[in-house]
């Protein structure tokens, strides 16, 4: 069963707000079930989020805990591969394959990732090998694994829906 649960590890409030709210926002709107936050509880997030939920509709959670390794330990118990997106990793491309079925703990640094990180995951991917955002690597990542089909997604309950057209505006409302 394909399922992708995020962990974003070590936000901050001060300095992570808005990477993370939009971490979130990318994971629910590209098939991820839920984000789990390990730092500091930032209620703006979770009230931005659920925000959006209500608007725009589907079932997306947010939980926020003190333990990254906890988790990612609970998830593997659970049968989940725990794939940590880092410039260090295995090249993306060559990996994708053999995540592809199976669900997915997919880990997005936010600090300085510490060592037992690395350990602890059963892959470290890379979605390139230069700097670049660790929400374009959730992305990146979720659109390779589920091969393009999350870009057709129906969210259930949505209050409000854009019709796609080559010029213009439409958006239906509830």
């Given at each position: 069963m394909e399922e992708v649960v995020v962990l974003r590890y070590g936000h901050r409030i001060v300095r992570d707000y808005r990477v993370t709210t939009h971490c979130g926002l990318v994971a629910r709107a590209f098939g991820a079930k839920k984000i789990i936050?390990?730092?500091?509880?930032?209620?703006?997030?979770?009230?931005?989020?659920s925000r959006i939920k209500d608007k725009w509709g589907g079932n997306f959670d947010v939980e926020f805990v003190d333990s990254w390794r906890k988790v990612v330990k609970?998830?593997?118990?659970r049968g989940y591969l725990a794939?940590?997106?880092?410039?260090?990793?295995?090249?993306?491309?060559?990996?994708i394959d053999g995540f592809r079925g199976k669900k997915i703990l997919?880990?997005?640094?936010?600090?300085?990732?510490?060592?037992?990180?690395?350990?602890?995951?059963?892959?470290?991917?890379?979605?390139?090998?230069?700097?670049?955002?660790?929400?374009?690597?959730?992305?990146?990542?979720?659109?390779?694994?589920?091969?393009?089909?999350?870009?057709?997604?129906?969210?259930?309950?949505?209050?409000?829906?854009?019709?796609?057209?080559?010029?213009?505006?439409t958006v239906l409302k509830s």
């Open positions: 936050i390990q730092g500091a509880e930032d209620k703006s997030i979770l009230n931005g989020i609970n998830y593997q118990k794939v940590h997106t880092t410039m260090y990793g295995e090249p993306l491309q060559k990996k997919l880990i997005l640094g936010s600090q300085k990732v510490e060592k037992g990180v690395y350990e602890l995951a059963d892959a470290n991917i890379s979605v390139t090998t230069q700097p670049h955002s660790e929400i374009a690597a959730l992305a990146v990542f979720l659109h390779e694994y589920f091969q393009g089909k999350e870009l057709d997604l129906n969210f259930e309950g949505a209050k409000v829906k854009i019709i796609p057209e080559k010029k213009g505006k």
